[in-house]
């Protein structure tokens, strides 16, 4: 029992109060940080995402108006040579490569023609996806963070009452011993909160 009424001695009482207020303050201060870091990656997230929607919509159109030129040139090259001729002068660099690639009678979006054509938007998703998995990271973190200050917080209030009570009273142990156990599962959470990057 004597051991226990250390417990409720003044300087443990106002050490537990003081680490117990900067590990709340700490905890507050690295949850509201890593909660930033959340957003900014969700909104960079959304950025490529959005960035990446309006290339795979151009690509889209790029394809449309090559299959279309590749369609009608082919048709006219042997009876209206002309008209072909001006269907083939709206042909795209990458279509040109694909027509080199695979003979001028066979149809050209291959698969090599569709990776380069959507490779940017393709990019972007994959950035997107970064984005938000890292930003998924910081929101784990900034929850661990926050379980921990509302550990701390429990803790400095069990400290608190137990330094408004007297010194031969049973609950300011009780205070005292409580508030040392939530300071030390606090700090065992605090050492398991997970790492970003």
Do not use: C, H
């Amino acid at each position: 029992m004597k051991f226990l009424r250390m417990f409720g001695s003044e300087i443990v009482l106002g050490t537990l109060i003081a680490i117990l207020s900067i590990m709340t303050a700490m905890s507050s201060y690295q949850g509201a940080m890593a909660d930033s870091e959340q957003n900014k990656f969700e909104i960079l997230g959304m950025v490529n995402l959005n960035d990446g929607n309006v290339l795979y919509l151009e690509s889209n159109q790029i394809w449309i108006q090559d299959d279309g030129n590749y369609d009608n040139w082919y048709i006219n090259q042997v009876n209206n040579p002309e008209v072909a001729a001006y269907y083939e002068g709206n042909f795209t660099e990458a279509l040109f490569a694909a027509i080199e690639r695979n003979g001028a009678n066979e149809y050209p979006m291959d698969d090599q023609y569709e990776e380069e054509l959507y490779a940017d938007a393709y990019e972007l998703f994959d950035e997107s996806e970064a984005s938000f998995e890292l930003g998924a990271e910081w929101d784990e973190r900034g929850d661990q963070l926050q379980l921990i200050m509302l550990l701390m917080a429990l803790g400095l209030t069990f400290a608190a009452w137990a330094s408004l009570l007297k010194d031969e009273s049973n609950m300011r142990i009780v205070f005292a011993v409580m508030a040392f156990a939530v300071l030390v599962l606090g700090l065992v959470t605090y050492l398991a909160v997970p790492v970003v990057g």
